[in-house]
């Protein structure tokens, strides 16, 4: 993972660098982290600690499921575009993928079960940069793919009908790979072509809580602890037959996040999230990369559904959602400056059969660094979509 790290301080310090890659900042460390949790959540700027709905799953807080009416299964889509540009170059690209799944069962008294899989990181660059020694033009290129996976099983119980709490269970695997190039311009000179694949896993938990003071008003609350995330390295070089192997790890830090949620009315909702890790407990075999930053995400959200009742015009039975999202990228700058990243969200739920599944759709435009601070920008464009389908199970029949 050092080599990560030492290519973003190379994109920020070397002129005359091309990028080609969904996102440079990607490169760095275990690469970029989903904060978005699904697509309802995403339309409200990633607000979801403390929301609730009975056809909704949670992916965020565990406790926040005991309310789920019906067995529900959830698949996500994304959908990433990037408008790139540092002070001499910039690359338009998009990524989009599967953005996993969640199976979720009401178990009856207060308690369901779910399990699921989803991203947890990913890297998706490509850098290039032309030099030259002794009077020898070359071009060095680096290209990293991969990430980090997650795969999740929960269960959350009520035991009042003012408080809950959840456990969910995460298998956190994954694999890197990153390929260097050398490219001489003189054809008498041998290219070089070295890859680096690195898969790692680790075993870790979350505990999450609810709090129901009212009808109207809910608490949640969310703790992750750090985690050491053991990886072998590869390395495969072009001109040596044999593959040397390097055991590492690299230590992700806690999080901990708040979140509340108020019904202003029965069809308006407003939801707030603050979350903190501290980047600078992240470690890398037992060192301490440096410009590490403490990233606290503020989030802010609202739900609005015209109508309740289920005879009423179909936009009208609709929910539309608007948020806002503020947090530092956990590494800093060059400098030791913060590269701040800022979302403005909309969403909407389009309920289907009888409002027991429904279809969620977001738009997200976001800004991550500054130009003319951080010599680096990233305009980026999110779409998410989210299949939910309810159906309800173990009904006794007569």
């Known amino acids: 993972m050092k080599r990560f790290y030492n290519i973003f301080i190379l994109l920020l310090v070397l002129t005359g660098t091309t990028v080609q890659a969904s996102s440079v900042l990607s490169s760095y460390g275990p690469g970029l982290y989903y904060r978005f949790p699904s697509a309802r959540a995403m339309g409200m700027g990633g607000a979801s600690i403390a929301v609730v709905d009975p056809t909704s799953v949670s992916r965020l807080n565990p406790a926040a499921n005991t309310r789920l009416s019906v067995t529900t299964v959830m698949l996500q889509f994304f959908y990433e575009g990037n408008q790139y540009s540092d002070a001499t170059s910039g690359a338009n690209t998009g990524y989009a993928n599967l953005d996993g799944f969640q199976f979720a069962v009401p178990l009856g008294n207060q308690m369901s079960a779910n399990i699921g899989m989803q991203p947890l990181t990913r890297m998706d660059y490509h850098v290039s940069l032309d030099k030259s020694l002794d009077g020898f033009d070359y071009t060095k290129r680096v290209q990293g793919e991969g990430g980090l996976n997650t795969l999740d099983i929960s269960f959350c119980w009520a035991p009042t009908h003012f408080f809950s709490f959840g456990l969910t269970g995460h298998y956190i695997f994954g694999r890197f790979k990153e390929t260097w190039w050398v490219e001489y311009e003189d054809p008498a000179i041998l290219k070089t072509r070295d890859v680096y694949s690195t898969n790692g896993s680790a075993v870790n938990f979350t505990l999450g809580f609810m709090f129901y003071p009212s009808e109207r008003l809910a608490f949640g609350a969310v703790y992750t602890p750090k985690k050491e995330i053991v990886n072998k390295t590869t390395f495969t070089p072009v001109f040596e037959y ?157």
């Open 242 to 398: 044999e593959t040397p192997k390097v055991d590492g790890y690299v230590t992700l830090p806690a999080s901990l996040g708040f979140g509340a949620q108020y019904l202003a009315a029965k069809n308006f909702r407003l939801a707030a999230d603050y979350e903190i890790q501290d980047w600078t407990e992240f470690e890398m075999s037992g060192r301490n990369p440096v410009d590490m930053a403490n990233v606290q995400r503020i989030s802010l959200g609202a739900e609005y559904k015209p109508s309740l009742d289920p005879l009423a015009a179909y936009f009208k039975k609709c929910t539309y959602r608007a948020g806002f999202a503020t947090l530092p990228f956990y590494g800093k700058d060059r400098d030791g400056d913060i590269i701040r990243e800022t979302w403005f969200t909309v969403g909407a739920g389009m309920p289907m059969f009888h409002g027991l599944s429904q279809v969620d759709i977001s738009i997200g435009f976001g800004r991550r660094g500054d130009l003319s601070k951080n010599g680096i920008k990233e305009d980026l464009f999110r779409v998410g979509v989210s299949i939910t389908g309810g159906e309800r199970w173990f009904l006794r029949r007569y």
